[in-house]
């Protein structure tokens, strides 16, 4: 079970990443954007590291019993699919075109439906 929780937690993390190289190489051009891109995902990385210690705030793993591993790598899993969904949504799949607070955020184009045969 452990090797599973954690398989998913390196698939996750492997996504995320991917995900991340990707926006930074789409906006590669914009220093102002890349230097707050990466401060946010350095933050979150803080964050994340500070939500799975308040989860399990004793520092001998040991205190959770056997099932430590598995549920460590559970929480983490979830919260970098979290964040992988969220960077996709932001500046992969875009904001819906007209959004005014979409800020630096990739835009959906609108889509025309395809014309009818007469």
Same mark, same amino acid.
């Given at each position: 079970m452990n090797e599973q929780a954690c398989s998913s937690l390196k698939r996750a993390e492997t996504d995320l990443n991917r995900i991340y190289q990707q926006v930074l190489a789409a906006k590669a051009s914009d220093a102002d954007f890349v230097k707050a891109f990466r401060?946010? +995902?350095? /933050?979150?990385?803080?964050? %994340?590291?500070?939500?799975?210690?308040?989860?399990?705030? #004793?520092?001998?793993?040991?205190?959770?019993?056997?099932?430590?591993?598995?549920?460590?790598?559970?929480?983490?899993?979830?919260?970098?699919? +979290?964040? /992988?969904?969220?960077?996709? %949504?932001?500046?992969?799949?875009?904001?819906?075109?007209? #959004?005014?607070c979409a800020g630096s955020c990739v835009t959906k184009t609108a889509k025309t439906p395809p014309e009818r045969k007469k």
């Amino acid at each position: 079970m452990n090797e599973q929780a954690c398989s998913s937690l390196k698939r996750a993390e492997t996504d995320l990443n991917r995900i991340y190289q990707q926006v930074l190489a789409a906006k590669a051009s914009d220093a102002d954007f890349v230097k707050a891109f990466r401060e946010a +995902q350095t /933050a979150w990385i803080s964050f %994340r590291d500070a939500h799975i210690r308040s989860i399990h705030p #004793d520092p001998d793993p040991r205190a959770y019993g056997s099932v430590y591993t598995m549920c460590r790598c559970g929480v983490l899993e979830q919260v970098t699919t +979290q964040r /992988a969904k969220e960077l996709r %949504r932001l500046w992969v799949d875009g904001a819906e075109e007209g #959004d005014v607070c979409a800020g630096s955020c990739v835009t959906k184009t609108a889509k025309t439906p395809p014309e009818r045969k007469k």
